[in-house]
C-alpha cells in the first residue's frame, strides 16, 4: 500500500507545481505532511526540549513530579504510552450520560522497548551491544547539551533504571496473564493497585482524560494483563530519588519514540541502533500521518466506482449476522460515500498546512491536541486487514472501509460481480465479524470477572467459552459475502428471468474469496491462520460450493 502513497504523493506534488490541475485541499494537506515528515528539512529540537519540559520531563535534568502524573498526561493527551495503555470506549451505543467504559493493557510501545533494552540496554559492560547502546545514549545527551562531565554519571543512572524497570514489569509483560477484569475504579484500586486510592487515579483521569467525559471511582474499567498493574505499583511507590532518577530513563524513551519527527540527527542515530535502513524512516512517517490524519488519508487515493453499492450489500448481509450475536447496531460505511471527506472546512481546521508553517513535529503536537476532532464523529477509523487483532479501531464505531480492499483483482468496477463480491466483499464482512467475535469475547469474560472480584479467596471459575469460535467467523463471513452477492445480482439484474447467477459465475465467486485470502494472507498470517485452511474449510460445507464445482458429495473435493 504504501508504494502507492508514495506514488500519490509525487502526483500531488507535481498538481501543486502545474496550477492548471485541480488538487484538494485535503490531499494537498496530508501530502505536504507525508513530505514534510520525510524530508525534515528544519530541526524541531527545540519544540521537543519544550514538549518535555511542559509535559513534566526537562530531560536531561530530573524532574519532581509523580510518576503517574507522568504517564497519564502522556497517555491521555497524547496517545503516547509508555507502561501501559489506556483508551476509553465511547461508542455509539452508550448513553451519552453513561460514563465512558476505560481499556486499560499493556502497550505495544513498551514491549517494543523491553527488547530494545534487553538487547542493547542491559547486556554486560563492553559488550559490542553494550557499547551501540552507550554511544547512542551519549549522542542523545549531546544534543540535549549535558555536559561531559555528568554524561557518564546519567548513563549509568538511566542503565541502572531500565534495568529496574525491564526487571519489575518485564516478567508480566513476557508471560501476560490471559484473565480480562473488569470492575470499578474503586474495586481496580482495591485489588491491583493498592497503595493509590481511587481519588487520586478518578483526579488524573479528569485532568488527563477530560476529553472522554467525567470519572468517578463507580466508572468501570475493563483490565487486560492484570499482573502489569500490580508490578506497576512498586514502581510508582519508589522513594523520591528514585522516582526523580526514573524520570531520566523515561525522557530518553520520549526522545527516542518522539525525537525522530523533530530532528534528522535522532532519526538517523535510533535507526541504526535499531540496525534499520534509512527507507525505515519513510515508512515511520506514512504510518504516522496516516494514523493521525484519519479519513482524510485515504484522500490520496481516488475514489472507486462502485464501491458504495458492494459495501450496502455487504451491511445488509452482515445485519441478521449481528442481531444473532447481539443486538449492538453499526454502520459501515464506504469511503466513496463518505461525505464528511469533501468537507474542506472541516479537515482546514482538523489537518496543519506545512507547506510554509510549522515543522513537522509541530504539526503532529498541532494534530495530537485535535484528534478529538476527528475522533467525535468516528472518522480516525480507517478499516484495514490486520485490524480487529491489533485494535485499530472498535467495532462499535463507524467503520470506513479502507482503500487496501478495494485494489485490484480484489475490487474493479468493470470486473464482474462474482470477483467484486468474492473479493472484496469476503474481506470486508471477515474483518467486521472478526472484530465482532472479540468484542465478544470480552463480554463473556464479564461474568468470569465479577465472580473472581467478589469471591476472590475461591478456586478460579471456568473459563467461559465463547459463543462461536475464530474459525466460525470463516464460514460466517464467507456466507455474509454470498449473501451480499446474490442481493448484489438481482440488483443488477437485467430482467426476471436472470434472477440466478450461473454455475460458471458462482465458480469465480469461491475462486475471488480464496484469492482474497491468499493475497492478504501477509497480513494477517500470523494472526488469522492459515490462508488455504480459511479458504477450503467454510467453502467444502456449502451446498452451493459443491454445486458450483459439480460436487457429489464433500469427499469428492479431495
Given amino acids: 500500500m504504501y508504494d502507492r502513497v508514495l506514488s500519490a504523493i509525487g502526483s500531488v506534488a507535481w498538481n501543486l507545481s502545474n496550477h492548471d490541475t485541480p488538487t484538494s485541499s485535503v490531499q494537498k494537506r496530508v501530502a505536504t505532511l507525508v513530505a514534510s515528515c520525510i524530508e525534515l528539512p528544519k530541526s524541531s529540537l527545540g519544540s521537543l526540549k519544550w514538549f518535555m519540559a511542559e509535559h513534566y520531563l526537562p530531560w536531561p535534568e530530573t524532574s519532581r513530579k509523580d510518576l503517574l502524573d507522568i504517564l497519564l498526561d502522556l497517555s491521555g493527551n497524547y496517545n503516547f504510552h509508555l507502561w501501559f495503555q489506556i483508551s476509553v470506549d465511547q461508542s455509539r451505543d452508550r ?57 557518564d554519571e546519567l548513563l549509568s543512572t538511566i542503565e541502572e533504571m531500565n534495568r529496574l524497570t525491564v526487571a519489575v514489569l518485564g516478567p508480566a509483560m513476557a508471560d501476560p496473564e490471559q484473565r480480562t477484569l473488569r470492575m470499578s475504579v474503586r474495586n481496580f484500586t482495591d485489588i491491583l493497585t493498592p ?11 479528569n485532568e488527563y482524560f477530560i476529553w472522554a467525559g467525567r470519572f468517578s471511582a463507580e466508572t468501570m474499567v475493563q483490565v487486560e494483563n492484570p499482573d502489569l498493574f500490580r508490578a506497576l505499583v512498586y514502581l ?28 534528522r540527527r535522532i532519526s538517523a542515530a535510533t535507526l541504526e541502533l535499531m540496525g534499520l535502513p534509512s527507507s525505515a524512516h519513510t515508512r515511520r512517517c506514512l504510518v504516522q500521518v496516516e494514523s493521525s490524519a484519519g479519513i482524510a488519508w485515504l484522500s490520496l487515493f ?48 482538523a489537518l496543519p498546512d506545512t507547506t510554509f508553517g510549522p515543522s513537522f513535529f509541530d504539526s503532529w503536537m498541532n494534530m495530537t491536541n485535535s484528534r478529538w476532532q476527528l475522533q467525535e464523529p468516528n472518522l480516525t477509523n480507517i478499516l484495514k486487514p490486520g485490524s480487529a487483532i491489533s485494535q485499530r479501531w472498535s467495532f462499535h464505531s463507524a467503520l470506513t472501509t479502507s482503500d487496501e480492499y478495494f485494489l485490484f ?45 467478589a469471591h476472590p479467596n475461591e478456586s478460579a471459575p471456568t473459563q467461559p467459552q ?13 456466507l455474509v459475502a454470498l449473501k451480499a452477492y446474490r442481493l448484489g445480482f438481482l440488483r443488477h439484474s437485467n430482467s426476471t428471468e436472470e434472477n440466478n447467477s450461473t454455475v460458471e459465475e458462482d465458480r469465480l465467486f469461491f475462486f475471488a474469496s480464496c484469492y482474497a485470502l491468499c493475497s492478504s494472507d501477509d497480513y494477517v498470517g ?17 451446498p452451493e460450493f459443491r454445486a458450483a464445482f459439480q460436487c457429489g458429495n464433500q469427499n469428492d473435493l479431495d
Fill in 466 to 478: 465463547p459463543e462461536w469460535s475464530p474459525h466460525s467467523v470463516d464460514t460466517e463471513a464467507l
Fill in 409 to 453: 483483482p480484489l475490487f474493479h468496477p468493470d470486473l464482474p460481480l462474482a470477483a467484486n463480491y468474492g473479493g472484496a466483499g469476503r474481506l470486508i464482512a471477515d474483518e467486521v465479524l472478526r472484530g465482532l467475535f472479540y468484542e465478544l469475547l470480552a463480554s463473556d469474560q464479564q461474568q468470569l470477572s465479577y465472580d473472581y472480584i
Fill in 302 to 349: 481516488p475514489r472507486n466506482r462502485g464501491a458504495a453499492a458492494l459495501v450496502e450489500d455487504v451491511r445488509d448481509a452482515l445485519i441478521d449476522v449481528v442481531m444473532r450475536h447481539t443486538r449492538t447496531s453499526f454502520d459501515l460505511r464506504a469511503r466513496s460515500d463518505d461525505a464528511q471527506l469533501d468537507d474542506e472546512s472541516f479537515f482546514a481546521n
Fill in 236 to 263: 510508582l511507590r519508589l522513594n523520591t530519588e528514585m522516582r526523580e532518577a526514573m524520570t531520566l530513563s523515561l525522557g530518553l524513551r520520549v526522545v527516542t519514540e518522539l525525537g525522530w519527527m523533530a530532528d
Fill in 95 to 151: 448513553s451519552k450520560t453513561e460514563e465512558p467504559l476505560l481499556k486499560m493493557g499493556p502497550s505495544s510501545t513498551f514491549r517494543v522497548w523491553i527488547a530494545l533494552i534487553r538487547t542493547f540496554g542491559i547486556q554486560p559492560r563492553g559488550t559490542t551491544q553494550s557499547l551501540q547502546y552507550q554511544k547512542y545514549v551519549r549522542n542523545m545527551l549531546r544534543l540535549f547539551d549535558a555536559t561531559e562531565s555528568r554524561a
Fill in 526 to 542: 500470523e494472526l488469522y491462520g492459515d490462508a488455504s485452511r480459511r479458504c477450503n474449510m467454510p467453502a467444502a460445507a456449502l
Fill in 195 to 205: 497503595g493509590i486510592s481511587a481519588s487520586r487515579w478518578v483526579l488524573l483521569l
